[in-house]
Each structure stands twice: as structure tokens, then as C-alpha cells.
């Protein structure tokens, strides 16, 4: 499947992928893939087919596209491999039509992550923080090329075993979720950077780093995206605080968390303000150092400031990709500068690739001066 200078490829397998068969590459109509920071990604591929078509005949019965099937899709654009998913599928439909062309065989799938939702398990981590916990459970999934990258929590929480030993009743990634939420981190899988490889990030969102090329926005003939638009929702962010009571104290202490920016850099010259004051609920019975994490973890769950777009890639002439930062120009003092890239679908044809993206950041205004590349 080619467009101009973009090329893609198609992985199929059960733990291995390996190169699709071409009968199967030439029938795929159209992908959609959905990568977003924190949560499970999914994709959906729709293949055409008939009666008398490879891919009915042969394909579909030898199991190539069954549920739990393991499938890559990535792109090249001018010599650049970018992994877009690597996951299983969940589900399969067959859509007949009487008129030519017009059947079609629909695969959905969510990423590597889907694996780690599968069973129910009991297991003690005597001793363990938090980050080596998250650890020791993606490392069981190394025969699928995930590499666990775990970031220590900003405040040292250190299970004493003679009094608390951490113990998962849940799945693997219900677990890590959980433990994720608790100390103000994320977790989700990164695909790449090569097929059959991911990284199982467990850590604060990463706001750090290189800009992906600049997204640009009412300069004429210079824009690379066919739409942008922000909002400012000033009652997104709120302070979170909570009442404890540890023993042998019968007095009821306010816990205060500490502030984002000692997990994560602002991205605005004006961080917006905090207009809403919630009640830390749950935490009876937990370190003031949980607490405290709860607290600015509820703090970093949402962003007052999020950009909607879409674009073309041959355009743009890269790969957005999720997870990272992106600098924005044209759209205006208020809305310029860096951002955070949350979310990305990935909407590919026969002759078009389009991205839909999601930016966020905790404030108005650009803390840099020039956006660049």
C-alpha cells in the first residue's frame, strides 16, 4: 500500500509477527488506530473481500486474522519506520454484500496491553515500591518484545514488609493502573521503535524531551493542518485535599498536596488557576507519603487547556506521534507554543493517510520564544 512516499506494512502472528501475506496486504481497505497517553490503543482493519478472492479462500480460514492473532501495522515515510500498533485482535466481522466490492471483513484489536487483561491474579511483592512492582509484572510479557520502563515515584513510598506488604488481586494491568493512579504516573505501551518491539511505560507523563516539527495554523499557504481549534475550561484542574487520622492520634490532620510542577514542567508562560477545592476521599489508613501522591495524582489527572486538529501527513511530511511534545504557530499569543500530544488516531485509505490529534497543557501562553523546528 503506497501513497506518493508512504509505504506501509502489515505484521501478522501469534507471538512472533511476521510479514502478511501479500493477498491479505492488497485486500486492506482502510485502518483506523487510536493511541492515547495512559490507556489501552485500539485499531480496526477493514479488508475487502469474495467469494472467489485469496483472501476468502485461504487467508481467512488458516486463523491469519482469528482473535488473540497478533498484527503490526506500521508506516515508512522518507526512510523513517514509525510503529503505529502492535496488539492482538478481539473481534471479527463479516459484512456480505450482493453488490461487488462492497463486502468487507472487519478485525479489532486493542494493543499488547489487552494481554495483561486477561487473567485474575494473586501475588505478594514483599518490600517492593511501587516502580519495581510495575516492573517485575511487565517483565513477564518479554516473549512479546515488550522492555518495562518504570520511573521511581517523586516521593519515596518503601513497603515495610513486617508491617505492609503490597499484594495484586486483580489482573496485571488493573494492578498497574491502580498503582499508576496512586503515585500521579501513567501506564501504557509504546509501539516501536522497530515491528515487534514496545516499551511499557510506567511513569509521570513525559513532558520533556525534543518537539516534533511544529504545527501550523492560519499563515496561508505555510499551514500543515487542515484544522485546529482550543479550549480553556477553567473548572478542569482542581486542588485535591484530604483529612487523615494515623494512630495512636485521635486528631483528624488537612493533608496538602504538593504542587504538579515538582512531577511534571508547565508547559504555558501563565499556568492557570485553581478554582475548585475537592475532598481527598479514601485514604484512611494509608503513609502520609500515599496521601500526598493521591493527592497530586488526582491533581495531574486533567489538563484546563486541550487543542483539537486534523491533518495530513504527506503534508506534514512526519508522523505525529502521541506521548510526546509538539509546538503550535499562527494560532494566536493565547494558544502558542509547546504542547503535550495525548492522543492521536490514525485514519489510513489506499491514497490518504490523516491524523486526528489531542493537545494539552496547564495554562495560556508560550513559555518559549520561538517554535521550533
Known amino acids: 500500500m503506497t501513497a506518493q512516499a508512504l509505504h506501509l506494512m502489515l505484521l501478522t502472528g501469534d507471538v512472533v509477527p511476521a510479514p502478511a501475506p501479500a ?64 496488539g492482538v485482535i478481539t473481534h471479527q466481522e463479516l459484512h456480505t454484500a450482493r453488490e461487488p466490492g462492497r463486502s468487507f471483513l472487519v478485525v479489532t484489536g486493542e494493543d499488547l496491553s489487552a494481554l495483561m487483561d486477561l487473567e485474575h491474579v494473586r501475588r505478594a511483592f514483599p518490600g517492593l515500591p511501587p516502580h519495581l512492582r510495575a516492573a517485575a509484572v511487565c517483565s513477564s510479557y518479554a516473549q512479546y518484545g515488550i522492555t518495562p520502563r ?5 516521593l519515596t513510598d518503601q513497603p515495610n514488609p513486617v508491617v505492609d506488604i503490597p499484594v495484586q488481586s486483580s489482573t496485571d494491568l488493573a494492578y498497574l493502573r491502580s498503582m499508576a493512579a496512586d503515585v500521579g504516573h501513567v501506564f501504557h505501551l509504546e509501539p516501536g521503535p522497530a515491528p515487534g518491539v514496545s516499551t511499557a511505560y510506567w511513569g509521570p507523563q ?21 484544522e485546529l481549534s482550543f479550549s480553556f475550561d477553567a473548572l478542569a484542574d482542581s486542588d485535591h485535599r484530604g483529612h487523615r487520622l494515623e494512630p495512636p492520634s485521635t ?86 507554543g509547546r504542547y503535550f500530544v495525548s492522543g492521536v488516531t490514525h485514519d489510513l485509505t489506499r491514497d490518504t493517510f490523516r491524523q486526528h490529534f489531542t493537545l494539552v497543557r496547564d495554562g495560556l501562553g508560550a513559555d518559549i520564544g520561538t517554535v521550533t523546528p
Not at 150 to 154: D, E, K, M, N, R
Open 251 to 336: 486528631t483528624a490532620s488537612e493533608v496538602t498536596p504538593p504542587q504538579p510542577r515538582l512531577l511534571r514542567r508547565s508547559l504555558a508562560a501563565s499556568p492557570a488557576q485553581v478554582l475548585r477545592t475537592d475532598t481527598l476521599v479514601g485514604q484512611t489508613g494509608r503513609t502520609l507519603t500515599r496521601t500526598m501522591l493521591a493527592g497530586l495524582g488526582s491533581r495531574l489527572a486533567t489538563d484546563p487547556v486541550s487543542g483539537h486538529g486534523t491533518l495530513d501527513v504527506l503534508r506534514y511530511g512526519h508522523v505525529l506521534s502521541a506521548h510526546g511534545l509538539v509546538g503550535v504557530r499562527g494560532a494566536g499569543q493565547a494558544y502558542d
Open 206 to 226: 513525559n513532558r520533556d524531551g525534543a518537539l516534533q516539527p511544529a504545527l501550523t495554523t492560519g499563515c496561508g499557504a505555510a499551514d500543515n493542518v487542515e
Open 150 to 154: 518504570t520511573v521511581a515515584p517523586v
Open 23 to 86: 493477498a491479505l496486504v492488497d485486500a486492506l481497505h482502510t485502518a483506523r488506530i487510536t493511541c492515547v497517553s495512559g490507556r489501552t490503543g485500539g485499531f480496526q482493519l477493514v479488508f475487502a473481500v469474495s467469494a472467489g478472492s485469496p483472501v476468502a479462500r485461504a487467508v481467512v480460514p488458516n486463523g491469519a486474522l482469528h482473535p488473540k492473532k497478533r498484527v503490526v501495522v506500521a508506516v515508512v515515510l522518507a526512510g523513517r519506520c514509525h510503529v503505529l500498533t502492535d
